[in-house]
């Protein structure tokens, strides 16, 4: 498809365990964006790249929570040491330069 | 406070209404979106605009840069419209954006 996928869609993990989600962007999207949206909120900034470069990471809530493109496309964003406060909506976004954002479906992260 | 607000949080309208939803916003901003987020699903971005208004289908948007307001218009409203829609601003040079809190709508037959 030409849209932005994000896998798995839904994860539980249990607390302590690490967790990697993926985001596959439109191809040729230079701007690559992760956000968290918890239940019943709006989304919140996690962290950006262009191309490969992660450019702002202030968004990141802990030192537990890593991302990374290293090629410039594909994109993994990593929680360590999962806590119940990440259970959230992890959202993917990319956009060609500073256009519009294209969404993922997201994942749906539980932990238990 | 939030650095974006959205009035009202929650809408009923009837089949048919005309519905408005309100945005402000307290910085300076490049652009805005309008998104829209049904339940259990994806974000699909209907608008990006920096000035003026903007047009698609029984959609409009508006902006007013200087009163730091942005309004979202559907005509004719439908069942299907029933969803949440959230404004987001983009700040600075990263293109990041900043999200409201969402406006809950539900139109019934």
């Known amino acids: 498809g030409a849209g932005v996928s994000q896998s798995p869609r839904y994860k539980v993990a249990k607390r302590g365990q690490d967790v990697a989600l993926r985001c596959d962007p439109i191809?040729?999207?230079?701007?690559l964006f992760w956000y968290q949206q918890a239940l019943g909120q709006g989304p919140e900034f996690l962290t950006y790249?262009?191309?490969?470069?992660?450019?702002?990471k202030s968004g990141l809530p802990s030192d537990r929570f890593f991302a990374e493109r290293p090629e410039g496309s594909v994109s993994t964003l990593k929680i360590q040491r999962t806590q119940q406060e990440d259970s959230a909506v992890y959202l993917c976004?990319?956009?060609?330069?500073?256009?519009?954002?294209?969404f993922g479906p997201g994942t749906r992260l539980t932990v238990t | 406070k939030n650095e974006v607000e959205q009035s009202p949080q929650n809408l009923t309208a009837q089949e048919g209404e005309f519905i408005t939803i309100n945005c402000s916003y307290s910085?300076?901003?490049?652009?805005l979106h309008w998104l829209q987020q049904h339940p259990g699903g994806g974000i699909v971005s209907l608008f990006m605009?920096?000035?003026g208004k903007k047009k698609h289908g029984r959609l409009i948007a508006t902006i007013n840069i200087q009163e730091k307001h942005s309004s979202l218009h559907i005509t004719a409203s439908h069942p299907r419209d029933s969803a949440v829609y959230i404004c987001?601003?983009?700040?600075?040079?990263?293109?990041?954006?900043?999200f409201g809190t969402g406006t809950r709508l539900q139109v019934t037959l």
């Open positions: 910085v300076g901003i490049s652009a």
């Open positions: 790249f262009q191309n490969e470069a992660q450019l702002d």
């Open positions: 191809s040729g999207h230079v701007s």
């Open positions: 976004a990319s956009s060609f330069d500073r256009d519009e954002q294209y």
């Open positions: 605009l920096s000035s």
């Open positions: 987001a601003v983009i700040t600075g040079t990263a293109s990041k954006l900043t």
